[in-house]
């Protein structure tokens, strides 16, 4: 039983549909998550994974930087492993989540499988992260999704690559849905989209950081977001209204203040209303992978009921457990912990090949 098969079950919108996909992937190569055992609290799975050894990922690995243009007054920086025969060689597009950077450590250990795959692989810093401050007079947000999609055709229609993947992690998933259900079929390059719990509704996701329980993350992204805009300031003086960040203490206050006016939106719910990927799901026609979990703090299952379900193209797996991107499993004799990053490369492995 094949991909085809999971994608073709019944479009329901109950909680009982993921455990008829579960059931059907544990028949196929596709393993099923089984959650490391000291990691069943949604907590855990979330935080311990970033800081779990893994010790030389990119060791006699060629690296090599290049500028995308993305705007007129903006570059993204992207750390390119190429194979040695690049141009036949299909390419996997990686994109970060919120506050985090090319060297996050999902982003380093797929990088690393796919390459090992025979995959080129290029590590995208979004506007601003990793040091790139100097790079955009503005700041990055969810919906630029037109930057991922700039990198794509900068590569498909310059620099003459192959069949082209991309993957993005929470923020970052959000935004390769969104191009891919823009994009449509105007590059023929393109093969595939990947998200890892990515915030298909914004206005959902901030609504369930803003709950006590989920206090630690919300802090978490305010503070970095709040020292980028210091970093940010010094580099274009009077920019920036640095006389507001005192006040601010959760996200919805940062985006209302900085982020909706520097991107062009009204305001925070106006941001949120118009860049979830939510909106052209049902617009993506090429093969598409949604994996998320039904456990994850801030990123809330209920939003893909009605959503990437109703999408033939999209295939949506939801384990009851894996935290946010964290997907740590028990050990296996085939395959690292990882689950989420396994699963990624052989999807797109078995799309390359078809």
């Keep these: 039983m094949g991909m085809a098969s ?3 079950l019944p479009y329901e919108t109950g909680g009982h549909v993921i455990v008829r996909l579960i059931t059907v992937l544990a028949a196929t190569p596709m393993h099923e998550f089984v959650p490391h055992r000291l990691l069943r609290n949604p907590d855990a799975m979330t935080v311990v994974p970033r800081y779990w050894p893994r010790r030389g990922l990119l060791a006699a690995m060629p690296v ?20 040695s025969d690049a141009k036949q060689s299909p390419v996997l597009v990686l994109v970060h989540g919120l506050e985090g950077s090319a060297d996050s450590h999902y982003m380093l250990g797929l990088e690393c499988k796919a390459w090992k795959a ?49 993957a993005g992690y929470s923020m970052g998933g959000n935004l390769v849905l969104r191009m891919a259900g823009e994009a449509g079929s105007a590059n023929p ?7 890892v719990c990515p915030n298909i509704d914004p206005e959902a996701c901030v609504g369930a950081l803003e709950q006590p ?3 630690v993350y919300q802090h978490h992204f305010v503070t970095s977001l709040k020292a980028r805009i210091l970093r940010k300031a010094s580099l274009f003086p009077g920019k920036y209204d640095l006389g507001r960040l005192s006040h601010i203490r959760t996200l919805r206050a ?25 909106h052209v799901l049902d617009r993506i026609s090429l093969p598409g992978l949604i994996i998320t979990a039904q456990d994850d703090p801030f990123i809330p299952y209920r939003m893909f009921r009605t959503t990437a379900l109703t999408n033939p193209a999209i295939s949506l797996v939801a384990p009851e457990k894996g935290g946010h991107c964290g997907f740590l499993q028990g050990a296996r004799s085939d395959e690292d912990r990882y689950w989420a990053e396994n699963r990624l ?6 799309g390359a090949k078809s």
């Design 6 to 8: 999971w994608r073709s």
């Design 64 to 83: 090599a930087l290049r500028l995308f243009a993305v705007s007129a007054d903006s570059q993204v920086l992207g750390y390119c492993h190429w194979q």
């Design 118 to 166: 025979g995959f080129n692989v290029i590590r995208l810093n979004q506007r601003n992260c990793g040091g790139t401050e100097h790079l955009s007079t503005t700041l990055y947000h969810g919906g630029l999704s037109a930057d991922v999609r700039a990198v794509v055709d900068e590569l498909s229609f310059h620099l003459g690559v192959g069949a082209i993947w991309v």
């Design 189 to 195: 390059s393109l093969k595939g989209a990947m998200a």
């Design 213 to 215: 329980r989920n206090w």
């Design 254 to 278: 940062f985006d209302h203040a900085f982020t909706a006016p520097d991107g062009g939106y009204l305001s925070a719910e106006d941001y949120y209303e118009r860049t979830g990927a939510r």
């Design 345 to 350: 490369v052989e999807f797109m492995t078995r």
